[in-house]
Each structure stands twice: as C-alpha cells, then as structure tokens.
C-alpha cells in the first residue's frame, strides 16, 4: 500500500525551538570522568576538557545542556565543585554509588558549555536541601558582584557573572529511588518558595518545576496537578521524562514508542490547562522535556550490584543498534510536532552513558548509531513546523495496539524556502510515499538520506568500527507539478530536502 502526505504552509504548529535540540550532562558513570573531561588525555585543553567530545557536541548540534543531574544533584552540595580542585572534598554520591571526588564542578562545566557552543541548563538540589542553597548557587553564578558568593565566584577566576537563565527545581522528586523523595504537596510548596526566593534575586530567569518521572508513575497527572497549583504562576515550563526499553525483544513496539511519547505530552499539557483554567491563567505553560532516550534500563541494577563503592565506574554504556536510532529519530519527531507546547528537551545523556558519543579513556570518541538522527534533525530541522497527517496502514503493537507504518513531520525555513520532511517507516517493508506540496510551489528535491536497519537491526559502531550505521544518500526526490513519489526502506528514518528552484539569470539582449 502507498502512503500519502501533503503539505500545506497553512498548517503551522509554531516555531522549531531550538532549544529542542538540547543534552544532558549527569555526575554518573562516564560521563563526566573519562567524557567530556579527562586531563592528560591526548585531545585535553588546559582545562581538562576533551577536545575530541567537544568537536563531536559541535557537531551534534546541541543547543542547550541540563547539568548536574539527574539523580545525581538531589544529594549534592554545589559548593564542593569549586574553587581550586586540590581543596575540594570526596563524597559518597547516594544517587549512583559511587565515589565523587569533586574535580569537575559548575566551574569547569560554564567552561566547557562556553567552549561548546551550548546554553547551561542548571538544576538545583531540592532533595536534600533548600531555598537558602538555591539562593546561594544563584547568587554566585549570577549576580554581578559586591556580595560574597558572587566575588568569591570572581575569585575564582570567572569576573563576569556566567547569566544562567534556565534553572530546573530539583529532579524527579515523585519517585521513591531519589534522594529526598517528596509528595506532590511537599515538593510543590518547596518548589514555588524555591522559585519566588530565586526571581527576587534575577528575575530574568526561567524555571521548571518538577513532573512526573515517566507516564507509568502511579502519581502521574495528579502530581502534576498538585504542583501545579502550588508553582503554575511562578514557572516557566514542567519537565517530563521518559525511557524506552528494547530489552525485552518486542520489536514492534519498541519502533512505535514515539505513541506513547505523543500521548505522554498531550495528557501533560491537558493537566497543565486544567490548572490555568481553575486558576484563570491566560498563559500556556510549557513542557521541558528534559530527559529522553532509548535505555537498556532493565541492566542497570546489576551494573550497580556487582561493584563497591568506586569513581567513575563504566556504568550504563549501553552499545545503540540500528533500529535505536530509527526509534530516537522518531522521539525527535514527536518533539517537535509539539512545538507549539514543547519548549526545551535534552536527550540523556551526552557521552558515556546511553549516550550518542562514546569514548575510550585514554583512548578515541565516536558516534553511536543515535547520533546521527539528532544531529541531522538538529542541523536542518529550522524554521516553522507544519502539521502532517499522513495516509498510510497499520501495523499491530503488543504495547500500543494498531499504530501507523509512518510518522511524519515538516519543517519550513521562511527566510530560505527550504522545507525538510522527517520521515519514519516502522514497517518491515519498503513503503511508497507520495508527496503533495503544491502548497509550496517552486521547489526541487535536494536531498534523500535514509538510516535504514532493516537489513542488519542489530547493527552497532564500535571503536573498531566507529560507521558501520550511518545515513546514506539516496536519490534526490524528482518534483513534477509539485508531488513526487518516494520509497522509505523497511525499518527506516529518513530526511527529505526540498530547496527553492533557483531563478534562471536572465541572458543579454
């Protein structure tokens, strides 16, 4: 069967917020140690910084970075990571039991983001601690100068203030496995006498207050709703997390679970109303989905039980397939056709673990198979997303039932007419696609690139074989009066390109 699409510019959603495109830099695993710093490694800066991370994040196209965590930050002290690293105290990190000596702080990180290119996205402890401390780290990243914590800041090295403008209150504190964990009425106070403390100080921030930690929490929606009517005229986003694990075979759901993301997001943003309309908002809040990724989730507790307490272990390194990356793809999808209410989200994590760049201490980085659907979303995917509603079978899914083949999206650039299309094929067979965009006359294919794992699923890079899943180039899509048929392999993401017809230069008398 054929699947049909047509595009019309008529059919915005709203702007592709670049901040879409953000990461996710924890204190777990390799992450940090032996990811994006390694003094003493061949590509290091003065700074410890790994250059060969650095160039791969360029390249990754990411916009915004959440930092320290995670679990990670519900039990920890900000001032242990800085000052000068030979002063800094050894903890027991609770979140991932492991040892964190401290060498790496919010220092070296507003480094590192500056080096990178990415907008620091910082997240307070609101599991062990409180507003005072919340203050405290404000006020030394922020604030000019002339008070103690904002000289010590200079001090340290950093005169002008780092003008951190998007903070997050706490991390997934609805769940029973973090540090502090808090009922919806607990954490919601705290995090609205949270917010107020920390706008006195810089009003110009913005804030996420905690949602849920997965759509399948017992809590979900009323713990949204419950802090909401506590936090909803203070903040600026409500975060949602979100895991999918391929561990149990179910193949065909795992390539649909862009589904259950999609509703995740609708039953978030119906909460979210529900409060503004009891509360007579006239604002729409928006949703910082702020960690999401395929994730082996199912091995992490016998990586946490087989080793003591050490640094820096190898710790969730999952090894992405081929068809992880189609389903990312696909999670991108879905993100940005909720532009109109999505605002930030950062894929987790950035390097090490389950993460699109690996690395080898003392060793090279290379891009798993996920990286490349993010960055070439990230790279082209710019200008106003228009509303899609493709044609196309069904195929049955244990988890969600009967689900399309397709998944689609598009995204025209007004300043350079260009239009890009992001196609998924989750089926196990080629699918035909016509494409309507007599809406958006004068354009010329210019560019099919496919990451198809039909043909090998299980596919992975390596150290030894750093592309062996890769996007390849098909041919460029052939427009005839505005439509045009193309073919997604099975088990396929895609990115079709569509360019203004250049204006012939007109020839002398």
């Given at each position: 069967m054929t699947a049909k699409l047509t595009i019309d510019p008529a059919f915005a959603i709203g702007p592709a917020d670049r901040r879409i495109f953000g990461s996710f830099v924890e204190h777990l695993g390799r992450c940090v140690y032996g990811g994006v710093y390694e003094p003493g490694h061949r590509s290091a800066d003065p700074h410890g910084l790994r250059g060969d991370v650095l160039e791969l994040t360029r390249e990754l196209g990411v916009s915004v970075v959440r930092y320290p965590g995670g679990n990670f930050v519900s039990g920890y002290?900000?001032?242990?990571?800085?000052?000068?690293?030979?002063?800094?105290?050894?903890?027991?990190?609770?979140?991932?039991?492991?040892?964190?000596?401290?060498?790496?702080?919010?220092?070296?990180?507003?480094?590192?983001?500056?080096?990178?290119?990415?907008?620091?996205?910082?997240?307070?402890n609101l599991g062990t601690r409180g507003v005072q401390e919340a203050c405290d780290l404000l006020e030394y990243a922020n604030h000019p100068g002339g008070t103690r914590l904002s000289d010590l800041r200079r001090s340290h090295g950093a005169e002008q203030p780092y003008g951190v403008k998007l903070w997050c209150?706490?991390?997934?504190?609805?769940?029973?496995?973090?540090?502090?964990?808090?009922?919806?009425?607990?954490y919601g106070r705290l995090a609205a006498e949270t917010a107020r403390a920390m706008k006195m100080i810089d009003p110009s921030i913005s804030l996420v207050a905690c949602g849920s930690s997965g759509r399948g929490m017992p809590t979900f929606a009323s713990w949204e709703a419950t802090v909401l009517e506590h936090t909803y005229e203070l903040v600026d986003y409500v975060s949602a997390h979100t895991y999918y694990d391929p561990a149990d075979g179910d193949r065909a759901s795992l390539l649909a679970s862009a589904v259950d993301m999609d509703h995740?997001?609708?039953?978030?943003?119906?909460?979210?109303?529900?409060?503004?309309?009891?509360?007579?908002?006239?604002?729409?809040?928006?949703?910082s989905f702020d960690e999401w990724n395929v994730w082996y989730q199912s091995r992490l507790q016998a990586d946490l039980d087989r080793r003591g307490w050490v640094e820096?272990?190898?710790?969730?390194?999952?090894?992405?397939?081929?068809?992880?990356?189609?389903?990312?793809?696909?999670?991108?999808?879905?993100?940005?056709?909720?532009?109109?209410?999505?605002?930030v989200a950062c894929q987790a994590q950035l390097a090490n673990v389950i993460a699109p760049i690996r690395t080898r201490t003392g060793g090279p980085a290379w891009r798993q198979s996920i990286f490349h659907p993010f960055a070439l979303t990230a790279r082209h995917a710019t200008g106003t997303v228009l509303r899609t509603e493709p044609v196309c079978p069904t195929y049955a899914t244990k988890r969600y039932g009967?689900?399309?083949?397709?998944?689609?999206?598009?995204?025209?650039?007004?300043?350079?007419?260009?239009?890009?299309?992001?196609?998924?094929?989750?089926?196990?067979?080629?699918?035909?696609?016509?494409?309507?965009?007599?809406?958006?006359?004068?354009?010329?294919?210019?560019?099919?690139?496919?990451?198809?794992?039909?043909?090998?699923?299980?596919?992975?890079?390596?150290e030894a074989e750093p592309d062996r899943v890769t996007p390849r180039e098909l041919a460029a899509p052939t427009l005839d009066g505005g439509r045009c048929a193309v073919l997604l392999p099975a088990v396929s993401w895609n990115l079709l390109r569509f360019t203004p017809t250049p204006t012939p230069t007109p020839t002398g008398a």
């Open positions: 002290r900000w001032e242990d990571g800085v000052g000068p690293v030979a002063d800094r105290p050894r903890r027991l990190d609770l979140a991932w039991k492991t040892i964190e000596t401290n060498a790496f702080g919010l220092d070296e990180f507003m480094t590192w983001a500056a080096a990178a290119g990415v907008e620091p996205m910082m997240a307070v209150l706490g991390n997934e504190l609805d769940g029973p496995w973090q540090v502090g964990h808090k009922t919806a009425e607990e995740f997001i609708a039953e978030v943003v119906a909460t979210a109303d529900h409060v503004a309309a009891k509360q007579r908002h006239r604002r729409k809040l928006k949703i820096a272990p190898t710790l969730i390194e999952d090894d992405y397939t081929a068809v992880d990356a189609v389903v990312v793809g696909d999670l991108l999808i879905t993100l940005l056709r909720h532009a109109d209410r999505v605002g009967d689900v399309p083949v397709l998944d689609t999206v598009a995204v025209h650039d007004e300043e350079t007419g260009t239009l890009t299309v992001l196609a998924v094929n989750r089926g196990t067979a080629d699918l035909p696609l016509d494409l309507d965009l007599r809406g958006l006359p004068g354009l010329a294919g210019a560019a099919h690139l496919t990451l198809a794992a039909g043909d090998d699923p299980d596919a992975v890079n390596t």
